[in-house]
């Protein structure tokens, strides 16, 4: 599992398993936020993700984004989860760039 750290309290990965719950909690994070819409060809669906997540005594926020459309809404949610979620967080997609480009208009909006 690749994780890139995008700030100290913010990183990114591609796409998550169950398998990989131990591993992000061991890593110290607090919070995962799902950008992969269940419905995208090869995605682990998010309630799957959601309950080992919390299981492993993470907090989890489902968010999806569909590939080149990211919405006004998706980039809203997005800020309000980072706002409220324990840190740090792991965002996953696909690849993990749709949960760092994201995370660019979430700063982008607070400037």
Known sequence: MEIRQITEDYSVSPQ??????????AAGFKSVIANRPDNEDGAVAHTEIETAAREAGLEFRYIPVISGQMTQENVSDQASAIEALPKPVLAYCRSGTRSGNIFALVQEGKR
């Not at 998550?16 to 909690?25: A, F, Q, R």
């Open 16 to 25: 998550v398993g169950i398998e990989h719950i131990p591993l992000i909690k």
